[in-house]
T-cell receptor, first 118, second 112 residues
Framework: GAVVSQHPSRVICKSGTSVKIECRSL??????MFWYRQFPKQSLMLMAT?????????EQGVEKDKFLINHASLTLSTLTVTSAHPEDSSFYIC??????????????FGSGTRLTVV | SQQGEEDPQALSIQEGENATMNCSYK?????LQWYRQNSGRGLVHLIL?????REKHSGRLRVTLDTSKKSSSLLITASRAADTASYFC????????????FGEGTQLTVNP
């Protein structure tokens, strides 16, 4: 089945630094990828829709300059948390859908990135 | 915005028992999907049910959808300790452009 690889799985960084998270579709092309944020014991909140070759679409309340998204190829989307602060600490997850899969199949998710800003 | 609500928030059962989780939503949908998440991991797709379907089965999973009540249920039969996880419903709304909206989730604990 479709596989989405997300790296790193865990990252600890100092306040003020930037962190890049990669999301790759391994065996399919993804013109669209989705980035979510999840706080402990809470649900997933959609942050943005990443579109290959064009600008990302951000959800209301998500700072575009804070969370930079680049989708330069059909298999790679990156999320960069710029000038990270402790309140940015969270679990970030990407997802994509293989359009060639059965329409009865949902989205494939990466394994997530646990970001801790100290 | 999160439009899905799930209940219960937490469910603890013994191995072999059935587990039922419910999900409600607010807008018209193309389909509703159920996902499972083990602690600190990504989500795994379990089952997708379309708006014109009422019931679907996959192994020990049974999903129902009532579009008139805007609700769905996930039944896991003969539960196992390995079923312990968080379960989320997600709706693909007609106006969402394929963006999923997740429910709040149910934390299922299956005790051996």
């Amino acid at each position: 089945g479709a596989v989405v690889s997300q790296h790193p799985s865990r990252v600890i960084c100092k306040s003020g630094t930037s962190v890049k998270i990669e999301c790759r579709s391994l065996d399919f092309q993804a013109t669209t990828m989705f980035w979510y944020r999840q706080f402990p014991k809470q649900s997933l909140m959609l942050m943005a829709t990443s579109n290959e070759g064009s600008k990302a679409t951000y959800e209301q309340g998500v700072e575009k300059d804070k969370f930079l998204i680049n989708h330069a190829s059909l298999t790679l989307s990156t999320l960069t948390v710029t000038s990270a602060h402790p309140e940015d600490s969270s679990f970030y997850i990407c997802s994509a859908r293989d359009q060639c899969q059965s329409p009865n199949y949902g989205y494939t998710f990466g394994s997530g990135t646990r970001l801790t800003v100290v | 915005s999160q439009q899905g609500e799930e209940d219960p928030q937490a469910l603890s059962i013994q191995e072999g028992e059935n587990a039922t989780m419910n999900c409600s939503y607010k807008t018209s949908i193309n389909n509703l999907q159920w996902y499972r998440q083990n602690s600190g991991r990504g989500l795994v797709h379990l089952i997708l049910i379309r708006s014109n379907e009422r019931e679907k089965h996959s192994g020990r999973l049974r999903v129902t959808l009532d579009t008139s009540k805007k609700s769905s249920s996930l039944l896991i039969t003969a539960s196992r300790a390995a079923d312990t996880a968080s379960y989320f419903c997600a709706t693909d709304a007609e106006t969402s452009g394929s963006r999923l909206t997740f429910g709040e989730g149910t934390q299922l604990t299956v005790n051996p």
